[in-house]
C-alpha cells in the first residue's frame, strides 16, 4: 500500500512540477531529460533498498 501511495505523491508532483514549468517558460526537453535520470538513478538504487524493506 505503501507503494502505491508513493506511486500517486509521485504523479502528483511530476504534474505540479510541468504545470509550473509552463508557467515559468522553462524547456520540456531539460525539464524531460532530468526526470528520465532521477528515474534511472531511483531504478538503480531500487535493488538496494529492497533488502531493508523486506526484512521483519
Known amino acids: ?3 502505491l ?3 500517486v505523491a ?4 511530476i504534474g505540479m512540477i510541468f504545470k509550473h514549468a509552463s508557467r515559468q517558460q522553462l524547456d ?3 525539464l524531460l ?3 528520465y535520470a ?3 538513478a531511483a531504478t538503480m538504487l531500487a535493488p538496494f ?3 531493508w524493506a523486506f526484512r521483519s
Open 1 to 3: 500500500m505503501i507503494f
Open 5 to 7: 501511495v508513493f506511486a
Open 10 to 13: 509521485s504523479s502528483v508532483t
Open 28 to 30: 520540456r526537453t531539460a
Open 33 to 35: 531529460t532530468v526526470n
Open 38 to 40: 532521477a528515474a534511472v
Open 49 to 51: 533498498s529492497t533488502v
